[in-house]
């Protein structure tokens, strides 16, 4: 027996995202929060059915779009990786935004949009720009010191923007293509020296050096997956931002250009999410490309219907 799942992939600043319309797994009714669990213990073979080869690669971001739960947003939408599940995906929101474009459901204008890690505000802009307010975001801790064994010793913060981040500069290393392997294994030693560190649990991390022309930065981000970000992620922006915001280096409104390794950018802006002024509320804004629609196959007999594991 075959079943066919219905998909839009697209491209954010050169990051791929694969929206799942139809033929995804049975989650029911109820909050996202209790539904990505249910994805996660239940149907997680869809996951990999859907990122994983044959049908899709380790960089591949897939988005399940679903039925809402709460009334006051128009769609809502489950975000997952080549090893799991994502709180928030800022390039993957602009990919499902220009998805449900294409599609013809949506015009220019705003909408909200539910995920599991609460509602996000997107506005399709007539230029086909897409703004994204993301969730509350904020740091937690500040120049934190970690060690690894083969590059030394990093100082960064501890961040969220709707996954979390360890947010850290690094003079030496150029961020550019030309530097992903040692970029990737300085990432991953990072990220090991952190998660044993005993603070909050970072899924991804985050390099910042020089930028190119007019960007106020330029960054690499390892993903929890092992493959880097080609965008400059949304969330981890997000989370640069609290941290700029925090240490008073960027005031509500001012315009910050994040690039990431590839030269790509996204224009960004924050308003501060309370009178406490300990969190923000960010705005990512990007283009996304689709690339191709399909309809995925799984047959049954398949050997690798479920994905290469
Ligand atoms: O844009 O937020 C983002 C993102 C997270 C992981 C890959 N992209």
Not at 122 to 133: C, I, N, Q
Not at 283 to 306: M, S, Y
């Amino acid at each position: 027996m075959t079943s066919d799942i219905h998909a839009v992939d697209s491209h954010t600043a050169g990051e791929p995202t694969r929206i799942v319309l139809a033929g995804g797994p049975p989650l029911g009714t109820g909050p996202l929060t209790e539904r990505v669990e249910r994805f996660r213990n239940e149907y997680d073979s869809y996951r990999r059915a859907v990122i994983t080869e044959p049908r899709g690669s380790d960089v591949l971001v897939g988005g399940l779009l679903c039925e809402p739960h709460d009334p006051e947003c128009q769609a809502g939408v489950i975000f997952f990786n080549n090893v799991g599940y994502l709180g928030m995906c800022g390039h993957g929101l602009i990919g499902l935004v220009e998805t449900l474009r294409y599609q013809r459901k949506i015009d220019a204008g705003k909408m909200l949009i539910e995920t599991p890690v609460g509602n996000v505000a997107a506005t399709l802009h007539a230029d086909g720009e897409v703004s994204v307010s993301n969730v509350e975001s904020y740091r937690v801790a500040a120049d934190v010191e970690v060690r690894t064994e083969d590059f030394g010793t990093f100082r960064g913060d501890i961040a969220f923007g709707g996954n979390w981040f360890f947010l850290t500069y690094d003079p030496d290393t150029r961020i550019h293509r030309s530097e992903l392997g040692k970029l990737t294994a300085m990432a991953c030693a990072i990220r090991k020296a952190v998660n044993a560190s005993g603070y909050p649990e970072v899924d991804h991390i985050e390099i910042f050096g020089e930028p190119d022309g007019e960007a106020d930065s330029r960054n690499f981000v390892l993903c929890p997956g092992l493959e880097y970000d080609r965008s400059p992620c949304g969330t981890g922006t997000s989370a640069k931002m609290a941290c700029l915001a925090a240490d008073g280096k960027l005031a509500p409104n001012q315009r910050w250009i994040q690039q990431g390794v590839l030269g790509t950018s996204f224009a960004c802006e924050y308003s501060w999410a309370n009178a406490n002024k300990q969190s923000i509320m960010p705005v990512i804004r990007g283009r996304a490309f689709i690339t191709a629609e399909t309809h995925l196959k799984l047959t049954a007999n398949d050997p690798f219907c479920w994905g290469i594991q």
